[in-house]
Nanobody, 119 residues
């Protein structure tokens, strides 16, 4: 019933910026936490950033100081502002959500959005 849809990816020069968004729709009771992960060709999926319902955030060391995660609880939407982008940031970025429906926990993934950083 729950769907996560990402948008905002694209091609950008090194040093440029992009903002990703992820909107959750469907039968939603409570979203406890949302986050962003990424997967580059030939590599495993890795954590980029997460944010809890209380506003606490965590970042991978490789993106600290450059990326900012934020959340609009009323719209069930999470954002990822990416500044000072580097070629090594190139990957498919996936939205993730931990939520509660009818008192039971669930985890959902979005379809992914491509980010390419190239000179």
């Amino acid at each position: 019933q729950v769907q996560l849809v990402e948008s905002g990816g694209g091609l950008v020069q090194p040093g440029g910026s992009l903002r990703l968004s992820c909107a959750a729709s469907g039968s939603i009771f409570v979203i406890n936490a949302m986050g962003w992960y990424r997967q580059a060709p030939g590599k495993q999926r890795e954590l980029v950033a997460t944010i809890t319902s209380g506003g606490s955030s965590n970042y991978a060391d490789s993106v600290k100081g450059r990326f900012t995660i934020s959340r609009d609880n009323a719209k069930n939407t999470v954002y990822l502002q990416m500044d000072s982008l580097k070629p090594e940031d190139t990957a498919v970025y996936y939205c993730n959500a931990d939520l509660i429906k009818r008192g039971r926990p669930y985890n959902y993934w979005g379809q992914g959005t491509q980010v390419t950083v190239s000179s």
